[in-house]
């Protein structure tokens, strides 16, 4: 059985400020955990992907999470959010061999303020 | 390389009628996800076919049934629609490799609007 909960349902933040979107999950095997973007009326896109290899997984457009295994959590986290970052995002997780059985968050709403 | 391809990307149906969508997946890539997704519930998973066969169904009832091709595209059918099945469905499609299966890759979704 596999799960994922992401902590808030919406974030807000400033131009040029941090970004943390919170992401904790379980799973009764090994996982691979995945973060996706979804911008309004669109397809989702994959940002990064965790499949048991480096703890620290670093995306597209500067995004990165971190593996924590004994916390359960896979944050995603940038540096400094861009006014193209608004957008809804999903935490995933799957069992490692089969990304068919994919399990996602509810969403987290960016909202990134000028 | 193409993406997943669905058509039709909008379509409105009255109730009580029936629909098929269809996905064209990434070239090579033999397994195609579908998952709905509205406001009130958000991503739900429906099934999964892998060569021609469902390998995995989520708790949809029996109304939502698909089906794969030999060349991997794969169509979804909703029959005897209701409002609630309004949403937008999307399809990815992931690859199988030895040591197991890439991410899945999504296509821009179908958007169905009941009446």
């Known amino acids: 059985a596999q799960s994922v909960t992401q902590l808030d349902s919406h974030v807000s933040v400033s131009e040029g400020t941090p970004v943390l979107l919170r992401c904790n999950y379980s799973?009764?095997?090994?996982?691979?955990l995945f973060w996706y973007v979804q911008h309004p009326n669109k397809g989702l896109q994959l940002l990064l992907k965790?499949?048991?290899?480096?703890?620290l997984v670093k995306g597209i457009n500067g995004f990165e999470a971190e593996f924590k295994k004994s916390e359960t959590s896979f944050h995603l986290t940038k540096p400094s959010a861009h006014m193209s970052d608004a957008a809804e995002y999903f935490c995933?997780?799957?069992?490692?061999?089969?990304?068919?059985?994919?399990?996602f968050g509810d969403g987290t709403t960016l909202t990134v303020k000028p | 390389k193409a993406g997943v391809t669905q058509t039709p990307r909008y379509l409105i149906k009255t109730r009580g009628q029936q629909v098929t969508l269809s996905c064209s997946p990434i070239?090579?890539?033999?397994?195609v996800s579908w998952y709905q997704q509205t406001p009130g519930q958000g991503l739900q998973f429906l099934f999964e076919?892998?060569?021609?066969?469902?390998?995995n169904k989520g708790n949809f009832p029996g109304r939502f049934s698909g089906r794969q091709f030999s060349n991997s595209r794969s169509e979804m059918n909703v029959s005897t629609l209701e409002l609630g099945d309004s949403a937008l469905y999307l399809c990815?499609?992931?690859?199988?490799?030895?040591?197991?299966?890439?991410?899945?890759?999504f296509g821009q979704g179908t958007r169905l609007t009941v009446v």
């Open positions: 990815a499609s992931s690859l199988q490799t030895v040591t197991g299966y890439t991410e899945a890759f």
């Open positions: 799973s009764s095997y090994s996982p691979s």
């Open positions: 965790y499949t048991s290899a480096a703890t």
């Open positions: 995933v997780v799957s069992p490692l061999l089969n990304a068919g059985k994919s399990t």
């Open positions: 070239s090579g890539h033999r397994s």
């Open positions: 076919y892998f060569s021609e066969t469902q390998r």
